[in-house]
């Protein structure tokens, strides 16, 4: 189905949307330039995941758009006339993607392709062989390609950090590189179905917005609003925010996507306002501000804090809040709450109570710490030969943590394990956590790497060593510690065949002893057939590589297979294979 997008309707748009400010050239763009958009897709847009949904430690910056049928293959399109801005292959991320720069000031992103168009799909070739990596950033500005509006640059995949077929389609800004919900350039969407609202929870809060106690309130969904058992809500705290249970639907899809608007009113004064218009990448991770990130992993709850904290980065693009969306209920005067929840199609759920404080107030606990660390200034600990070291504005709000550490190490080429007990959302800057390992020698030094202690399991999270000391950036807390690896990655064969055709697929899985996590380094592989290196894909999530035959003459051949972890520990796997005629 084929979609065309009123410049006129984008120029309100981008008008409308506080953070940006169009200059002079930009607006004679839209007004000389007579383009119009269509949709990537050839059939209607059905949405797995909506912009600025809550993603694991990131907001969702694009739409998530359904394949037709379930499956891998549906053809991608350019949305309108364009030059190739960048090409881009990951093992994880994004996958395969597509970005093109459009004459309006935007860029077009298309990612977890399944394949390139062959136009593509042959630059890419090109300069993966050229740099001997099947992971490749192109830059593509100086090959000045032209890309007309509806031409074909790929096929809907599941390529990178992707679970099952789908296109992830973005809109940036040119410049700035903000990205823009794309349902805002009128792409057609049928969505009749107002968003759902199930439950609601009054967190109280210490002054420093930490949450000490609750209190939970089912919510009855009403033909025309939402309402609670009774009309008022007597609250023991003297602040609280509020949590919601909320999801948006579709029209004939059944996935449970976040929502575009959350509006909190008290009294008529607007306190809370979250509008998934737009959003720049550097406060992406800030989403463990509006997640329930405890709820989740005690009780896969998903929760939307309806609240903000003093440290919050969020203040100028998608959420703006009066005192933080805190509320102060007061003992003898009621306050209307009205809760409005929307979808970027307009439909609406709304939810409307009182609130009283009680007389007596639910009592206050600290947790337990041995550390305070202010989230506005620069904090410090230094223990038994470890350091860490946590920037200004590193955390959300201010922090109460337990540290411990164990020398007696279980194993004899392991450093000292640092533990750090606190908030389970993650940092919004990584911290520098090093360790003082004189008793490493030279070879241990060269294996050395950062692991994280999860029930019994090390995961590598990466780390350099300089003058006896390794240094890792780490984001969340954890129990963390030193090891020298001294064991080669294994390899696993999941397909392959001593005797083979040209088209037939050769894919191994190899995994590491530890896992890599954060910012450690992947298992690398060199591949050669006949001593003439191949470009074997990647997939991250599965751990596995993989290689099409092709243009080999009838006859033997030899594979070799070389890989290696993050600190050059190698093995090789090498086979003989004929070639049928």
């Not at 090390?458 to 240094?471: E, H, P, W």
């Amino acid at each position: 189905m084929m979609q065309s997008t009123n410049l006129f309707s984008i120029l309100i748009i981008h008008m409308v949307i506080r953070w940006h400010s169009i200059s002079i050239l930009l607006l004679f763009s839209f007004f000389g330039n007579g383009q119009s958009w269509r949709s990537p897709i050839d059939f209607p847009i059905r949405l797995s995941g909506t912009f600025c949904e809550l993603r694991t430690n990131h907001f969702h910056h694009g739409i998530d758009i359904k394949s037709s049928k379930g499956v891998s293959g549906d053809p991608i399109y350019s949305i309108g006339d364009a030059t190739l801005h960048r090409l881009r292959v990951q093992g994880a991320g994004y996958g395969l993607s597509v970005y093109l720069k459009h004459p309006e000031g935007y860029v077009s992103v298309y990612g977890h392709l399944q394949k390139f168009s062959p136009k593509l799909d042959s630059i890419v070739r090109h300069y993966q062989y050229k740099k001997m990596s099947y992971e490749v950033d192109i830059n593509c500005d100086s090959l000045s390609l032209h890309i007309l509006k509806g031409e074909l640059i790929g096929n809907m995949g599941s390529s990178g950090y992707s679970f099952g077929p789908h296109l992830h389609f973005e809109i940036r800004d040119a410049k700035t590189e903000v990205t823009i919900n794309p349902l805002l350039f009128n792409f057609e969407i049928v969505d009749n179905t107002k968003p759902t609202l199930s439950e609601i929870r009054f967190d109280y809060l210490a002054t420093d917005g930490r949450k000490y106690a609750e209190k939970r309130i089912p919510v009855l969904a009403g033909k025309n609003k939402s309402s609670i058992k009774g009309d008022t809500v007597r609250i023991g705290a003297w602040r609280l925010g509020l949590a919601l249970r909320t999801k948006d639907f579709m029209h004939k899809t059944p996935n449970q996507n976040g929502v575009y608007g959350i509006q909190i009113f008290i009294d008529s004064i607007m306190t809370y306002n979250f509008r998934g218009d737009s959003m720049h990448f550097h406060e992406s991770r800030a989403v463990n501000i509006l997640k329930d990130v405890a709820s989740y992993k005690k009780a896969k709850e998903r929760w939307y804090l309806a609240y903000n904290l003093p440290g919050s980065p969020l203040k100028s693009y998608a959420l703006s809040t009066k005192n933080n969306g805190w509320i102060t209920p007061y003992e003898n005067k009621p306050q209307r709450v009205t809760v409005v929840i929307s979808d970027v199609s307009g439909n609406e759920r709304k939810l409307e109570f009182y609130i009283l404080r009680n007389s007596e107030m639910k009592e206050q606990s600290m947790p337990g710490h041995n550390y305070f660390f202010p989230y506005n200034e620069p904090n410090v600990i230094r223990l038994n030969g470890i350091e860490l070291s946590c920037a200004d504005s590193t955390f959300y709000r201010d922090q109460y943590i337990l540290v411990d550490v164990d020398s007696d190490s279980k194993l004899s080429d392991q450093s000292s394990t640092m533990s750090l007990y606190g908030d389970v959302n993650p940092f919004h800057r990584p911290c520098t956590l090093s360790f003082d390992i004189p008793h490493f020698d030279t070879l241990m030094q060269a294996k050395a790497i950062g692991v994280r202690c999860d029930a019994d399991t090390y995961y590598n999270v990466g780390g350099t060593i300089a003058d006896s000391r390794f240094r890792a950036l780490i984001s969340t807390y954890g129990e963390y510690s030193v090891i020298a690896d001294r064991i080669a990655p294994s390899l696993e064969i999941v397909k392959y065949s001593n005797v083979m055709t040209n088209g037939d697929e050769i894919v191994v899985k190899i995994a590491d002893q530890y896992e890599s996590k954060g910012r450690g380094k992947e298992v690398s592989v060199n591949a050669t057939i006949n001593g003439r290196w191949i470009c074997m894909a990647h997939d991250v999530k599965s751990n596995r590589f993989s290689y099409t035959l092709r243009d080999l003459s009838p006859g033997p051949h030899t594979l070799r297979v070389e890989y290696q972890d993050a600190v050059g520990n190698i093995d090789v796997w090498e086979k003989e294979f004929k070639i049928l005629k």
